[in-house]
């Protein structure tokens, strides 16, 4: 059984940072790629950012409305969210998956407002 937990998230500043961490728990969790997506309020969840499984050349891939701010990366079990220049807009709950999957974490909430 494959286990996400989320953690890293909190209130931001307009043009802040904040960085998010997912640990993954479960066999086959290094063969997979994992990714990042996000639900404000009222809004359907959507994608933010891929990176690629362990054996490959960590290809990464992001949304379009974080390139340039936000950077993924991961190390074994754990992806990484480095969020930087935080928006209003970016208010969410952030949840880590695994590709494709239905493997998904509980959330963390992140507030950015002045």
């Known amino acids: 059984q494959v286990q996400l937990v989320e953690s890293g998230g909190g209130l931001a500043q307009p043009g802040g940072s904040l960085n998010l961490f997912c640990t993954a728990s479960g066999s086959g969790v290094r063969s997979n790629d994992m990714a990042w997506f996000r639900q404000a309020p009222g809004k359907q969840r959507e994608f933010v950012a891929r990176?690629?499984?362990?054996?490959?050349?960590?290809y990464r891939n992001y949304a379009d409305f974080v390139k340039g701010r936000f950077s993924i990366s991961r190390d074994e079990n754990t992806a990484y969210l480095w969020m930087n220049s935080l928006q209003p807009d970016d208010t969410a709950v952030y949840y880590c998956n695994i590709w494709n999957t239905e493997y998904w974490g509980q959330g963390t909430q992140v507030t950015v407002s002045s």
């Open positions: 990176i690629r499984n362990e054996g490959s050349t960590n």
